[in-house]
């Protein structure tokens, strides 16, 4: 019995014993699933065909308007495991919960407490979107890991493995350059040394993308091609991509809409496979900017990181809506839901620093109870939400929520440090 509970004890202590338990929860909740529906979910349609019917045959790819290392993988998950779902879905699972590693990283290289790391990379964890563009075969799984990647190892400063690693992230969907702007902003903001080194970091991203691509493209076209003129293509045919050529304009909306209407875009009926921003999340957005930016004025390292990652990851998007009418989806609010779960944790480490600081039994009452509560809200609506059956997404939630909140006690003293 002693030793049970040292072992225990020793767990709960262990720097990523938390993280290991997300990661658990992750993958049975994915793999409980990864088969449901044995169909093409949304652009399952577009991806799976032309890696089956095309690329795997020898005859390159009709997907021209997409960089070839996301189409690579999963087309490696159906050579292993064979042309089903399980096939095109395995590695989306698996770089989904690599970016929960590396989000935990990230927030860990950002000098946070092992409490904090764990509460943001909790809501990330069991936040809807998330969760659903790391359960189907499409690319922006892959491209999201290399960003996250990008960003630790920049926050580490290996700014070159951190441009190599932006190439990477924009051979598998071009949106893994808006780690550019993210870094960019962030080093402006903050650091402005080593300026030869990051320069060449910035500029290492392009020439590794322009060095890698031939060795990918090969794999699709079984020929080394150019690749300014494959990369040309490619931005040619994604700019045709407008709302007023759009065939399916009911399944799009603009970048403002998505912090302002609650969007939904189903991929799939039975089980229900929607594209939505967690209600819990999503209604915090806009209160949660806000006092990103307030922090990063008042010079709180962790809020001017997150603040650049927002702004660089969605505000490129409302550029892009407004200047050459792209096209835009609200999954394409994925690459910034890191930002806001790491602002939401600090707002709610503050306000329970608030609650203890004050004389008020109401406002302690609140304090105590403001994360406990929020993190129960979140997971009803992850629970209510994912494409999961009650049978094994109730019971693990439970189990999970009974973990954090042991885990968050027990770090409950050092929760705000940052």
């Given at each position: 019995?002693?030793?049970?509970?040292?072992?225990?004890?020793?767990?709960?202590?262990?720097?990523?014993?938390?993280?290991?338990?997300?990661?658990?929860?992750?993958?049975?909740?994915?793999?409980?699933?990864?088969?449901?529906?044995?169909?093409?979910?949304?652009?399952?349609?577009?991806?799976?065909?032309?890696?089956?019917?095309?690329?795997?045959?020898?005859?390159?790819?009709?997907?021209?308007?997409?960089?070839?290392?996301?189409?690579?993988?999963?087309?490696?998950?159906?050579?292993?495991?064979?042309?089903?779902?399980?096939?095109?879905?395995?590695?989306?699972?698996?770089?989904?919960?690599?970016?929960?590693?590396?989000?935990?990283?990230?927030?860990?290289?950002?000098?946070?407490?092992?409490?904090?790391?764990?509460?943001?990379?909790?809501?990330?964890?069991?936040?809807?979107?998330?969760?659903?563009?790391?359960?189907?075969?499409?690319?922006?799984?892959?491209?999201l890991t290399f960003m996250l990647l990008s960003f630790w190892l920049y926050l580490r400063g290996n700014y070159l493995s951190s441009g190599v690693s932006i190439a990477l992230g924009a051979l598998c969907k071009i949106t893994g350059a808006f780690a550019i702007p993210v870094i960019l902003l962030h080093w402006l903001f903050t650091r402005r040394t080593r300026i030869r080194k990051f320069a060449a970091s910035i500029l290492i991203a392009p020439a590794a993308f322009l060095m890698l691509r031939p060795i990918f493209d090969y794999f699709i076209w079984h020929e080394f091609r150019n690749p300014i003129t494959e990369t040309d293509?490619?931005?040619?045919?994604?700019?045709?991509?407008?709302?007023?050529?759009?065939?399916?304009?009911?399944?799009?909306?603009?970048?403002?809409?998505?912090?302002?209407?609650?969007?939904?875009?189903?991929?799939?009926?039975?089980?229900?496979?929607?594209?939505?921003?967690?209600?819990?999340?999503?209604?915090?957005?806009?209160?949660?900017?806000?006092?990103?930016?307030?922090?990063?004025?008042?010079?709180?390292?962790?809020?001017?990181?997150?603040?650049?990652?927002?702004?660089?990851?969605?505000?490129?998007?409302?550029?892009?809506?407004?200047?050459?009418?792209?096209?835009?989806?609200?999954?394409?609010?994925?690459?910034?839901?890191?930002?806001?779960?790491?602002?939401?944790?600090?707002?709610?480490?503050?306000?329970?620093?608030?609650?203890?600081?004050?004389?008020?039994?109401?406002?302690?009452?609140?304090?105590?109870?403001?994360?406990?509560?929020?993190?129960?809200?979140?997971?009803?609506?992850?629970?209510?939400?994912?494409?999961?059956?009650?049978?094994?997404?109730?019971?693990?939630?439970?189990?999970?929520?009974?973990?954090?909140?042991?885990?968050?006690?027990?770090?409950?003293?050092?929760?705000?440090?940052?």
């Open positions: 019995m002693k030793t049970a509970r040292y072992s225990l004890d020793r767990f709960r202590n262990w720097e990523y014993s938390g993280l290991c338990v997300l990661v658990i929860v992750t993958l049975i909740l994915h793999f409980s699933t990864i088969t449901n529906p044995d169909r093409l979910v949304f652009d399952e349609r577009h991806y799976i065909p032309d890696a089956i019917g095309f690329i795997m045959e020898g005859d390159g790819t009709v997907r021209i308007e997409q960089p070839p290392l996301g189409k690579l993988f999963i087309i490696a998950g159906m050579e292993l495991f064979g042309e089903n779902a399980f096939g095109w879905r395995f590695f989306s699972v698996t770089f989904g919960t690599i970016n929960i590693v590396l989000f935990y990283l990230i927030c860990r290289q950002l000098a946070l407490s092992k409490g904090m790391c764990f509460l943001a990379t909790f809501l990330l964890t069991f936040e809807n979107m998330t969760f659903i563009q790391s359960s189907v075969g499409m690319l922006d799984v892959f491209s293509t490619m931005l040619t045919a994604a700019s045709k991509y407008t709302f007023a050529e759009a065939s399916s304009p009911e399944m799009l909306s603009r970048s403002w809409d998505w912090i302002i209407n609650p969007e939904i875009l189903t991929y799939f009926e039975d089980p229900n496979y929607l594209a939505m921003i967690s209600p819990s999340l999503w209604a915090l957005i806009i209160p949660v900017v806000c006092y990103l930016v307030f922090s990063a004025v008042k010079g709180n390292g962790t809020a001017k990181f997150a603040l650049a990652w927002f702004v660089g990851t969605y505000f490129v998007w409302v550029a892009m809506n407004l200047i050459t009418d792209r096209i835009s989806y609200i999954y394409y609010f994925y690459f910034s839901t890191g930002a806001i779960c790491i602002g939401l944790a600090l707002v709610l480490s503050e306000l329970r620093n608030i609650a203890e600081r004050s004389n008020l039994g109401t406002v302690k009452l609140v304090g105590r109870i403001a994360i406990p509560g929020y993190l129960l809200i979140h997971l009803i609506a992850f629970v209510m939400l994912i494409p999961v059956s009650y049978w094994w997404k109730v019971p693990i939630c439970v189990i999970t929520y009974v973990i954090a909140r042991y885990t968050m006690d027990a770090d409950k003293n050092h929760l705000s440090k940052v």
